[in-house]
Every structure is written in C-alpha cells, then in structure tokens.
C-alpha cells in the first residue's frame, strides 16, 4: 500500500515550469554546448522564498576543459551549485544568470539543459535489468560505442568474459556486481553521453581506498576535452584539479590554484 500512495504521489506532482519565464525560450545551436565554458554571474539561490540564501551573490567563470575541485564544509553550498546548473529549483527563488557556452540556462528547455550535462552522483543507482540498459537507458547508442565507453572504465574485459556480454544481467540496485563495479557502471553511463561538461558529486565518498584510486584514474583518462566539476569528500581527489572553488556559508570565499587554496581555506 505504501508503495503505491509513493506512485501516486508522483504521478499527481505538477510539472516543472519549461518557458523560459519572463525571458522566453531560446535555441541553442546544434552543437550547444561546443566548449563547456561556465559562468555565474551575481547568481543565489534558495530553495524557498522564505529561507535565507543558500548560495549568495556567486561571481565565477570556468573555462573549457578545466578542472575544477569544489570543497567546503558541510552545509557551505556545494550540492547547490550543481543544482543551480541543472535547474532543479524554482526559477522564483533564483537571482542572477548562469551561462553554459554564452547562453543563459534559465532560457533553455529543461529537457535539452539535462540532457547536455552528466553527472556522476554520490549514489550509485542501477536497477534491475541488463548492463546494456543501465548504461544506455534510453537505448539511444549502438553497441560499438557502448563496448568503447566500457573499455575506457576498464569493464571491457569483465563484460566481454561473460556469456551474454552487454545483455549480462544486473539485479537490483547492481547487488550482483561489486562496489567498485557498481561505480565504473555509473561512470561508463555519464561518459557514454558526450557531454562537454561533467558533474561529479562525491562519488567515492562511500567506497574504499582502492575503489577511488580506480576511480580517479578512470576520470583522468576520459578528461581530455571536458569540464570537469568535482565536490570533493577527500581532498585527495581534487588536489589535482586545474582550480579550487571554496565555498563558506553559501559564498565564495577563494577561488585559484589548490596550492593556494588550501593554505588559505585550512
């Protein structure tokens, strides 16, 4: 019973608002976005009208394939920043522009905006299916560039090795595949689109030394001519990265090479 008041609870959600507000809609050229250039511009946001800001005022730009680690302290704003890029709250509590390749997001369908970004989340999702329609869900890519994104997270072989190859069965939630495993499925899935720009959400901040070292090597390998944001459980995992984006109670407080940084943020 309580699984179906769930359905219909979503079933009755009214749909996000897609018209480019006051602005209008506009359309991107075919290859938006071409380079992965982000700005934010006097940008803050809430999450309801009558709670105080939880990014304030951001003011940045991040240039194509840069690398940027984004660290802070629990509650500073980090998720939101990625929230604000894919437009997941209400246009009425958000103040100030964000612009991917020069076009404002707030004038771009949601569905083409989502669409044009990956994101590795802090929790692995599979469900119970086949590893082909875990990676491709939408069924939208041919089995060649399926079996290239799985060599570039070095699945290749695992895949290869059993008898039904991409048709090889996942249970729920990946049970049947390692912590590890689970992983670089979630990553072959975000690389296999090829979006320009990669969000990564504190996706080794459940997983073991060895799990993340895997990790960052596979991210290495597929960087090359992507936007990489990166929020960070480890400081390990961004000291890497090209920037630093340091994040205090909703602002940002540095932003500039990790060496830098992390003398001034600790």
């Known amino acids: 019973m309580t699984s179906a008041e769930r359905i219909d609870e979503y079933a009755c959600l009214s749909q996000e608002e897609d018209n480019g507000g006051s602005k209008g809609l506009i359309r ?3 290859d938006w976005p071409d380079r992965g ?3 934010f511009r006097n940008y803050s946001l809430r999450y309801q009208s009558n709670l105080d800001p939880t990014l304030k005022n951001i003011n940045l730009a991040i240039k ?32 100030g522009t964000i612009l991917i390749d020069d076009i404002d997001i ?4 949601l569905s083409h905006l989502r669409s044009h970004i990956s994101i590795i989340p802090q929790q692995f999702v599979l469900f119970t299916g086949t590893l082909r329609s875990n990676i491709d869900p ?37 049970s049947n595949l390692s912590v590890g495993q689970r992983q670089l499925v979630c990553i072959c899935r975000a690389i296999l689109k ?25 991210i290495a390998e597929i960087a090359k001519n992507r936007t990489i944001l990166t929020i960070a459980h480890r400081l390990s995992t961004v000291t890497s990265s090209d920037l630093l ?22």
């Open 28 to 30: 991107t050229p075919t």
């Open 37 to 39: 250039a982000i700005e």
């Open 64 to 95: 194509p394939s840069e690398k940027v680690g984004i660290i802070g302290r629990t509650g500073a704003g980090k998720s939101s920043l990625f929230q604000g890029l894919l437009r997941l709250v209400d246009r009425l509590t958000v103040d």
């Open 106 to 109: 707030s004038r771009i369908t």
């Open 138 to 174: 939408l069924d939208v890519y041919t089995d060649e560039q399926c079996w290239t994104a799985l060599e570039a997270v070095q699945l290749k072989q695992m895949v290869s090795d059993h008898p039904s190859g991409l048709l090889m069965p996942v249970a729920e939630s990946g």
């Open 194 to 218: 090829p979006s320009k720009i990669l969000l990564i959400n504190e996706a080794t901040a459940n997983v073991d030394n060895e799990c993340d070292r895997m990790f960052q090597l596979v």
């Open 245 to 266: 984006l340091a994040l205090d109670n909703g602002m940002l407080v540095d932003f500039d090479i990790p060496d830098k940084v992390l003398v001034r943020f600790q």
